[in-house]
């Protein structure tokens, strides 16, 4: 049995590409592994957060983790915050950085540009996320490609650790999904689908009503040819959706392209519509169940415990191995 680790940040309500990149797959992985679900809230405050929309986005997150089939019995669903073995092994995975080697991330450098102030978190937060990780000898992460390269520098930081002070980290491996892990914007097919874009209409979140999901696919940005085929160069746009439709369905790439030969974009949108609509509906309705009940508190609470228990050993076992404190 493996251990595998995920965190989302709560900046936002998900979208389908969260789902169907991700949180679909946490559902099957959770069989077989030990799964460790965060909700990294202390990673949402590299940037100013109204507070009430803070916990509002926690909640909810929580909610929609369980939602989409995340099972309590079987994986550890938490709030970072709540477990503060986090921040403490962030400060020493901080230690073991080099200044040189964060200013090269790829997000730093694109969060930071142009900007008079930045916050210092913003440099520092792969090495939390390290934290995050390490804490539950991580052996799989599964993420989109677009956190590769801090999931590298994990592996980095695990290795000088290791290394320098004591044997104690297991080197995680990276896990990205071959097919939606990447799921675009409706509106610009060449960029990812993202919750914090100002533009509603490029994504679709998973609290949107069928009204909402229908008139978003149905104006998602295709090409003037017609033709439905798989072709991410010249036709980004119906890839996209052919992506969709197939992960949302099961039904693979190469017969929705014989199903939809010599038919117009109106039917293949309007099916592609119908199948998110399906996908997600039950979601919703077990989301509304939990958003406000008491289940969801039990369940929360019952997680950081178990994550405490475990993230605190790993944590004694790095202050030991740097000689922090008292005990040998």
């Known amino acids: 049995m493996k251990t595998i680790f995920s965190g989302i940040q709560p900046s936002g309500t998900l979208t389908l590409g969260n789902y ?30 109204d507070k009430s929309v803070l916990r509002k986005n926690i909640r909810s997150l929580a909610a929609l983790y369980l939602a989409v089939g995340i099972d309590p019995e079987k994986s550890t669903l938490f709030i970072q915050s709540e477990v503060p073995a986090h921040a403490q092994l962030g400060w020493i995975m901080q230690c073991v950085s080099y200044i040189g080697e ?28 390290a934290a995050d990780i390490l804490l539950y000898g991580t052996d799989i992460v599964p993420v989109g490609e677009d956190q590769k390269q801090h999931l590298e520098l994990t592996r980095d930081l695990a290795e000088r650790f290791n290394k320098k002070y004591n044997d104690i980290f297991t080197i995680p491996e990276v896990k990205i999904p071959k097919v939606g892990a990447r799921i675009m914007s409706l509106t610009e097919p060449e960029k990812k689908m993202s919750k914090s874009n100002p533009n509603t209409k490029s994504f679709i979140s998973m609290l949107d009503d069928e009204k909402q999901i229908i008139k ?17 160069g010249e036709k980004p746009g119906v890839a996209n959706l052919l992506s969709i439709y197939s992960l949302c369905s099961g039904v693979s790439i190469e017969e929705l392209e014989l199903k939809y030969r010599g038919k117009g974009y109106g039917e293949f949108k309007g099916d592609v519509a119908e199948v998110v609509v399906t996908t997600i509906k039950p979601i919703q309705e077990r989301y509304y169940e939990l958003i406000e009940s008491e289940e969801l508190d039990i369940i929360l609470d019952q997680g950081a415990e178990k994550a405490q228990a475990a993230a605190t050993k790993m944590l004694k076992k790095a202050e030991r191995a740097m000689g922090l404190g008292r005990k040998r």
């Open 102 to 129: 964060l200013e090269r991330m790829t997000q730093f450098k694109d969060k930071s540009e142009g900007k008079e102030a930045v916050s210092a978190s913003l440099l520092t937060y792969p090495p939390l996320m």
């Open 216 to 232: 978003k696919i149905k104006s998602a940005v295709t090409d003037s040819d017609n033709e439905v085929r798989y072709d991410k």
């Open 20 to 49: 169907l990149g991700a949180m679909k797959h946490f559902v099957e992985l959770q069989k077989e592994n030990n799964c460790y679900f965060c909700i990294v809230d202390q990673h949402a405050i590299t940037v100013p957060q």
